[in-house]
């Protein structure tokens, strides 16, 4: 897999623009070498797909094939997502002023992050390229979400919002940046931006795979291109036209894989892994003020030492 003494110590790919993205070699997964591009700022796939080849994907093949019981899982794990989401919304709400609360959600899903807002008065718009996810939203719970991609095309048809929130999208894209700069221009002026990716080559992941010999299970070409970490989404995003108000991280999952309980590539044992961690947070969570500081108070000490499983991330759309 991805033993390091195997690996070519650069490569480097151009793609269609001219744009050479070269760099060390840190994995190669089915084809793929994922470098530290010095180019791009982050580590990312080579050779990374054509925008065609993942429209693809994602319309038809995601939610089907790769992740098929995600939308089941999703409603599952409802009453835990709103207490997720409830801290988001509380965070908007106090960075901005209560006439601002209009929202797009770029990849929205199923569309419960749409719903949790829609609760609490907030104007909602989601767009999401998955068929089934859409339909879901639409049917089951009269979301306003249109079925489609975020490009130059959908973009002008989308109207201006106070938020754009990506949740786990920018790591599946060819071209990070251009969707940051996309998400500007439906930006209002001094509108914020919520992103959500997985928090990659932490240093639980690192220990887990070097000295417990486990494949590096969170490099997942052709679904996963980019792999950040704060300093690299913080650089990427303010290059875009945003200043960082806020980054945190969420519960290292991966603490599990340290304390024994092996669940990479074993359902059963993923799922629950999962519900310890949603107890907690669900536990600390309901027990006020003292529960919900202790929560952030964990949060912040995890990020401090570059731990947590994904980057959450708050910016303001700068230059107005
Ligand atoms: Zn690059």
Do not use: M
């Given at each position: 897999m991805s033993d390091l003494s195997d690996l070519p110590p650069q490569a480097s790919w151009t793609d269609a623009a001219g744009c050479t993205h070269a760099g060390a070699v840190l994995h190669r997964v089915q084809g793929f070498d994922v470098v530290d591009c010095a180019h791009c700022g982050f580590r990312h796939v080579l050779p990374l797909p054509t925008p065609q080849a993942l429209a693809e994907v994602y319309a038809h093949d995601y939610y089907r094939t790769e992740k098929p019981l995600y939308?089941?899982?999703?409603?599952?794990?409802?009453?835990?997502?709103?207490?997720?989401?409830?801290?988001?919304?509380?965070?908007?709400?106090?960075?901005l002023p209560a006439t601002r609360r209009r929202l797009l959600d770029v990849g929205s899903g199923p569309g419960l992050f749409l719903a949790s807002g829609r609760d609490r008065g907030w104007s909602v718009r989601g767009i999401e390229p998955s068929t089934q996810a859409a339909r879901h939203s639409r049917e089951q719970l009269g979301l306003d979400v249109v079925n489609g991609?975020?490009?130059?095309?959908?973009?002008?048809?989308?109207?201006?919002?106070?938020?754009?929130?990506?949740?786990?999208?920018?790591?599946h894209l060819s071209d990070p940046a251009a969707m940051l700069r996309l998400a500007h221009d439906l930006l209002a002026p001094d509108g914020l931006l919520v992103l959500v990716v997985p928090n990659d080559d932490n240093p639980v992941q690192r220990i887990v795979h070097r000295h417990l010999g486990v494949a590096p299970w969170w490099v997942a070409p052709p679904h996963h291109l980019n792999y950040f970490d704060a300093a690299s989404l913080a650089a990427l995003v303010s290059r875009c036209g945003y200043t960082v108000e806020h980054q945190e991280t969420t519960f290292p999952i991966d603490l599990f894989l340290l304390m024994g309980h092996h669940y990479i590539g074993?359902?059963?044992?993923?799922?629950?892994?999962?519900?310890?961690?949603?107890?907690?947070?669900?536990?600390?969570?309901?027990a006020g003020a003292e529960g919900r500081q202790l929560l952030a108070g964990m949060r912040r000490a995890f990020a401090g030492l570059g731990m947590g499983r994904e980057i959450l991330l708050y910016a303001r759309r700068s230059g107005d």
């Open positions: 939308i089941e899982r999703y409603l599952e794990d409802r009453d835990w997502w709103e207490c997720v989401y409830t801290e988001r919304y509380e965070w908007l709400e106090a960075a991609f975020l490009d130059a095309d959908s973009a002008p048809t989308l109207g201006r919002h106070d938020v754009v929130h990506l949740g786990e999208v920018l790591e074993d359902d059963a044992k993923g799922r629950q892994a999962h519900g310890w961690r949603k107890t907690l947070e669900r536990n600390l969570h309901g």
